[in-house]
């Protein structure tokens, strides 16, 4: 036992070290089991070369998201998260263009952009893919006749701190609601991008409070989040077991983040890793994967520019 004296009573610890390493491990046996029986969608015989054609993309995001398209720059130039450079940047709206893609995107104040917890996504779509697939930048629409032929949406890291299963389940809910939606749109890729993960929690006085309190510890949120993530790409038993068409993909960036599974929290975080905030490095890697994951993504659901 350790005995420390606060504010003239006496407290005891039982070996917080010792109780904190058995408790709050990142990794064990069940979750690298877990990860091998994964089956995604197997892109990798499809070629990594740009459509011939321009396709019209739309991006729903929040910060993150923002950062990730963004160049590489000493200044944060964003406004509603539309932006052209970041200390975080990505470089991603560069390589799509580059790649014969005309990037839109829709974030903060903007109808299609607000609200983009994973909760929001089934009445977006349900009730304003129309408007989806018109939009080119925020409330600015694309001419009349013309669609955007992929979507793109992603939930920003807050939605990874999963606080217990019922959580979990809710999530999943939420996105099989989405398969119904999507199913009537066979001419559009729906492309899931998973929320960024969380930075370690890594203070002692936050993680003591939660052992007194007896709550579920901040810990556990990584691998919920993992559990999560891999249920959205898993083709046999997820998401998309028995979805019967090809125009949803999902590109995990919640795991290029974690160095493919090193860890079940961020391993670029920004601001010297205490900032779940991707790095500029971690968003530089996840979009050039991206890139050529789009391109085959697109031969694989034989989507066509208008």
Known sequence: MIWVKLSGKSVVFISLLVLGAALFSCRNDDQSKERAMIKEVDLSSLSADPPKEIINLLFIHHSSGGQLLGDTGDEEDCKDWICKTSPNG????????????????????????????????????????????????????????????????????????????????KAQNAYKDL????????????????????????????????????????????????TFNNWLKDIDGGWLKNYPLKNIVVFDYYNILTKDGKSDWSQYGSKGGTDSHPSSQGNQIAAKQFTSFINRAVKFSGITAD
């Open 90 to 169: 990505g470089g991603l709206r560069r390589l799509l263009e580059q790649n014969n893609y005309a990037v839109h995107e829709a974030s903060y104040n903007s109808i299609v952009g607000d609200k983009t917890d994973i909760q929001d996504w089934p009445p977006k779509f349900h009730g304003q893919m129309d408007r989806i697939l018109s939009t080119k930048m925020q409330d600015e629409l694309l001419p009349d006749g013309v669609r955007n032929r992929i979507v793109m949406f992603k939930s920003c890291f807050p939605n990874n701190n999963f606080t217990d299963d019922q959580a979990v389940q």
């Open 179 to 226: 398969l119904t939606v999507f199913q009537k749109y066979p001419d559009v890729l729906f492309v899931a991008v998973t929320a960024p993960p969380l930075v370690s929690p890594n203070n002692p006085k936050e993680l003591l409070k939660k052992i007194l309190r007896r709550e579920v510890p901040t810990r556990d949120a990584g691998r919920r989040a993992r």
